[in-house]
C-alpha cells in the first residue's frame, strides 16, 4: 500500500517536471530586455505594421489553442479501451473540404491588412523628407547625409543620427553582396542589393538618450552578425547640434600621445583607406573617421569605443570581426606597428571628436 502512494507521487513528480520547467522558461522569457522588438513603436511605419501583427497574433493563438484541444481530445476519447479496440477511418470529404478552406479564410483575413500596411508604407516621402544614402559593405554600414541637390554634405558611420518627427527617406545601396537595413523598433527590414536602388521612408517617433540597435537581416558572409548599426533619435534641436558638429573639419591633435598618433597616422597604411576631413586621409574604402572619437562603439557596433578596444581593432581586426577586409597592423599580427605605436592611433582617433 505505502510503495503504491510512493509510486504514485513519483509519477505525478515527473509529469510535474516538464510542466513547471516550461513555466520557468516564460517566467526567464518575459524578463528578458529585448533591444531589438518590432513591439517597440517608435517609428511611424511600426505603427502602421501593428495591425496586420495584431491580426496574425490572435489567429494565430485561437489556433494554437484549438488544435491542442482536439488533438488532446481526440486522443483521449477514442483511445483503445478494453473490449473497444480505436476505429480506423480512411477520408472523409466534408472534412478535407472543411479543414482547407479554413486556412483559406485565415490566409486572406492576414492578406488584407497586410497589403493595406504595405501600401501605407510604401506611400511617397514628403518632398521636405530628410536624404540619406545608406550603403552597405561587408562588414559595417555607411551613412551619408545629402543635400536637396543630393550632394553629400557628411559621411559617417555605423551610427545613424535622426531628428524626432522628422520624414526621412532612405536610398538603400551595396558595395559587395546583398544587406539588408532593419531597426526592429523604427521600421520594417529593406534589402540593399548591388546595382539596384532600394528605398525606405519614415518618421522616428520617439526620441531618447539610449540608441535604438540595428543589424544587418541579409546572410552577408563571415561577419553577418557583427554587422551592426545604432540610430541615435534625438529631439530637432538636438540633431541640428550634432549635425553641424559633425560637418566641421577635425582639429589637431592636442597631448603629447595624440600628437604622436596623428603623424604615425599620417604616415601609415591607414590612410589609403580613410578619410579623416581635414587632413591627408582621403582614403573610401574603410569608414570616414573625421568625428570617429564621438562615436560610441567600433567595429560596426560590436564594442564599445575606448582606447583598449581601439588598439585590439587596429591590431588585429579578424580577431574581433572573424574575416574583416582590414589587414593586421599590429607588428605581432603581421603588421608593422608597436603596440606603443597602436596605442598613440587609438589615442589620436579618440580625439577625432
Ligand atoms: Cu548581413
Known amino acids: 500500500m505505502r510503495a503504491t502512494r510512493l509510486g504514485l507521487t513519483s509519477l505525478r513528480g515527473r509529469r510535474l517536471l516538464p510542466l513547471l520547467a516550461l513555466v520557468l522558461l516564460v517566467a526567464l522569457l518575459v524578463a528578458c530586455d529585448a ?14 505594421l501593428w495591425e496586420p501583427y495584431r491580426v496574425v497574433l490572435v489567429l494565430a493563438a485561437i489556433v494554437f489553442v484549438l488544435v ?8 483521449i476519447w477514442f483511445r483503445e479501451r478494453p473490449g473497444r479496440p480505436a476505429r480506423q477511418i480512411h477520408g472523409n470529404t466534408r472534412l478535407e473540404v472543411i479543414w482547407t478552406l479554413i486556412p483559406v479564410a485565415i490566409v486572406a483575413m492576414i492578406a488584407i491588412p497586410t497589403f493595406d500596411a504595405l501600401f501605407k508604407i510604401d506611400k511617397d516621402p514628403p518632398a521636405d523628407a530628410m ?13 551619408r547625409y545629402l ?22 527617406t532612405i536610398a538603400l545601396r551595396s558595395v559587395d553582396v546583398i544587406h539588408s537595413f532593419w531597426v526592429p523598433a523604427i521600421s520594417g527590414k529593406v534589402d540593399m542589393i548591388p546595382g539596384h536602388d532600394n528605398n525606405i521612408s519614415f518618421t522616428a517617433t ?15 558572409g563571415l561577419s553577418h552578425a557583427n554587422m551592426r548599426f545604432r540610430v541615435f533619435v534625438q529631439a530637432p534641436a538636438d540633431f541640428d547640434n550634432w549635425m553641424s558638429d559633425q560637418k566641421k573639419d577635425s582639429t589637431s591633435a592636442t597631448g603629447d600621445l595624440a600628437s604622436e598618433g596623428e603623424q ?7 590612410i589609403g583607406c580613410h578619410t579623416v576631413r581635414g587632413t591627408s586621409a582621403q582614403g573610401k574604402v574603410g569608414p570616414d573617421l573625421t568625428h570617429v572619437g564621438s562615436r560610441t562603439t567600433v567595429a560596426a557596433g560590436t564594442l564599445e569605443n575606448n582606447a583598449q578596444n581601439l588598439a585590439r581593432w587596429i591590431r588585429n581586426s579578424a580577431d574581433v570581426k572573424p574575416g574583416s577586409k582590414m589587414p593586421p597592423q599590429g607588428a605581432s599580427a603581421g603588421g608593422t606597428l608597436t603596440d606603443d605605436q597602436i596605442a598613440a592611433i587609438a589615442a589620436y582617433l579618440l580625439s577625432l571628436r
Open 131 to 143: 536624404k540619406i544614402e545608406a550603403i552597405g559593405h561587408q562588414w559595417w554600414f555607411e551613412f
Open 68 to 75: 491542442l484541444v482536439l488533438t488532446l481530445g481526440f486522443s
Open 35 to 48: 533591444p531589438q522588438s518590432t513591439t517597440e513603436i517608435a517609428g511611424n511605419n511600426n505603427d502602421k
Open 147 to 168: 543635400d536637396d541637390k543630393g550632394e553629400t554634405v557628411l559621411t559617417t558611420a555605423n551610427e545613424l543620427h535622426l531628428p524626432e518627427g522628422k520624414p526621412v
Open 264 to 270: 604615425l597616422f599620417a604616415q601609415s597604411a591607414c
Open 206 to 220: 520617439k526620441a531618447r538618450p539610449e540608441p535604438y540597435l540595428g543589424q544587418c537581416a541579409e546572410l552577408c
